[in-house]
């Protein structure tokens, strides 16, 4: 059965850092691209961070620079790493395997002091 289950969200006070990760099982997760999505209160489902099979990185304007997407293909995780984090990150975030639309359970992120 393929799976994609996250972990590390919680509470981070602003400025502060935090990194979430997505482990997958049932596949192959070296040969698949991967992605990292959030979903803000009122806001449509957004993808913000991809990295492909090869380890190329993309980002959403919004956390470009702030947000950094990696793998280990060894423990079948992909990480997103959260500096500088502001309210408006809070959020639901979702780990996405875009090929085969496999998606994760999702993470809660709140940013509050």
């Known amino acids: 059965q393929e799976q994609l289950v996250e972990s590390g969200g919680g509470l981070v006070q602003p400025g502060g850092s935090m990194r979430l990760s997505c482990v997958a099982s049932?596949?192959?997760?070296?040969?698949?691209?991967m992605a990292w999505f959030r979903q803000t209160p009122g806001k449509w489902r957004e993808q913000i961070a991809h990295?492909?099979?090869?380890?190329?990185?993309s980002y959403a304007d919004s956390v470009k620079g702030r947000f950094f997407i990696s793998r280990d293909n060894n423990k079948d995780t992909v990480y997103l790493q959260m500096n500088d984090v502001k309210p408006e990150d809070t959020g639901v975030y979702y780990c996405?395997?875009?090929?085969?639309?496999?998606w994760g359970q999702g993470t809660q992120v709140t940013v509050s002091s």
């Open positions: 990295i492909t099979n090869r380890e190329l990185t």
């Open positions: 049932g596949y192959a997760f070296s040969a698949f691209n």
């Open positions: 996405k395997r875009p090929i085969g639309n496999l």
